[in-house]
């Protein structure tokens, strides 16, 4: 009798998320029949004092730049080349900062094929002509695959990596997709909930982004709790009527799921977005000066969404409705006092 052709995963990115995702991953393919073993992870090289970081991973089976102190399975491998680490696969698992994304899918376009299944685990948003892009529909356009699945949710990498509990959404087009990516990404401490208002569930991990540089900014400025959590409440609301106005979805239950409320809240309270907008309030310095002082080769993502959801909203004539993206974006890059970002909203 024939056996299933298994599905065989790619992680591409091998950042701070990408290693925590690794070290699940490669715990769960090898308790379920339909996955090959070996995963392939591209990782963008680097040199570790004298070492490349893709034969530290390999040998030492750990990431010690982005997720040091824990431990990657070792049917995890490490590739630096991403043509190679797609060869043969066929679910792609996307987790590197998106202003990389394009680059990359150009590199692997050749080794996907079209019934090639991908989920986006990046949260934040592109430009095309006028409109804003979600980076599922990147994806799916650089590969010329029909759908790329999303997960979101509060999941700060190091607590993920601690088997800290915590939950997650994966927003699917086809449900029986939905299934398979939820047994590859479930465990105990990783719980997995299933969603088909998919473009929502990857609205909800790019938008909270900006409202934690709004909650930064507070915490910058010596605001207390009651001002944080009137932040966060104009910013969910901004993220459901935007998804809604432009989108097309935004059901209310979906921002009751963890990419949601529960991402939302964690993202203001912790993370680095939080962290940079703090200090910008405090330094009045750029963003590009605080995230390479900050953040270790990480990047922040909530400014440069704001600058795409900002060109949006112009567009759209529609800049006085969302008073909180627009005056994140403006405190960002137009040189706005942070103390303004309490008088807008
Ligand atoms: N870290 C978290 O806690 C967390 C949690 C949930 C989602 N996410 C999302 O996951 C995505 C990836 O974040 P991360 O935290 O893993 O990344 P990161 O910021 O930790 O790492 C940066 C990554 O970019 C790579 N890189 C640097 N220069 C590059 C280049 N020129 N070309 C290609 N790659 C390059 C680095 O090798 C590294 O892997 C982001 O969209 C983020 O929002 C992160």
């Known amino acids: ?78 590739i630096p080349d991403a043509a190679k680490a797609a060869e043969g696969a066929n679910i792609f698992i996307f987790v590197l900062p998106h202003q990389f994304v394009e680059g990359v899918c150009k590199q692997i376009k050749g080794h996907v094929t079209k019934d090639a299944l991908a989920i ?15 980076t599922s529909s990147v994806i799916e356009e650089a590969l010329g695959i029909s759908e790329c699945c999303v997960l979101m949710g509060a999941n700060l ?16 087009k086809n449900a029986e997709h939905g299934k398979i990516l939820q047994t590859l990404f479930h465990t105990s401490y990783f719980r997995i909930a ?14 909270k982004n900006v ?44 921002f009751l799921e963890s990419c949601g409320v529960a991402d939302l809240v964690t993202t203001c309270y912790g993370g680095r977005n939080r962290k940079v907008a703090e200090a910008l309030a405090k330094t009045r310095k750029s963003i590009e000066q605080l995230e390479a002082e900050l953040l270790n080769g990480q990047k922040v993502q909530g400014p440069p969404t704001s600058i795409e959801v ?30 303004d970002l309490v008088k807008n909203i």
């Open 1 to 78: 009798m024939a056996t299933a052709k298994k599905y065989s995963v790619c992680i591409v990115g091998s950042g701070n998320w990408g290693s925590a995702i690794a070290r699940i991953i490669g715990e769960n393919v090898k308790k379920s029949d339909l996955f090959e073993e070996r995963v392939a992870m591209w990782v963008f090289e680097e040199m570790i004092g004298d070492r490349k970081l893709t034969d530290v991973i390999n040998n030492d089976h750990e990431n010690v730049k982005y997720l040091p102190g824990f431990k990657i399975p070792e049917n995890v491998v490490a």
């Open 120 to 134: 986006s685990l990046i949260k934040g948003v592109d430009s095309k002509g006028t409109g804003l892009v979600l």
């Open 157 to 172: 990498a190091n607590e993920v990596a601690a088997e800290n509990f915590c939950e997650a959404t994966i927003g699917y």
């Open 194 to 207: 299933i969603c088909s208002d998919c473009q929502t569930v990857e609205l909800c991990g790019a938008l």
């Open 211 to 254: 409202v934690a540089v709004g909650a930064g900014i507070c915490d910058g400025l010596g605001y207390g709790g009651n001002t944080k959590a009137a932040v966060i409440r104009i910013g969910l609301k901004e993220m459901v009527s935007f998804a809604k106005e432009f989108f097309g979805g935004g059901h209310d239950a979906t």
């Open 310 to 339: 900002y060109k949006l909203l112009q567009t759209k004539g529609t800049v006085d409705q969302y008073p909180l993206f627009s005056t994140v974006y403006r405190i960002c890059y137009e040189g706005l006092p942070p103390e």
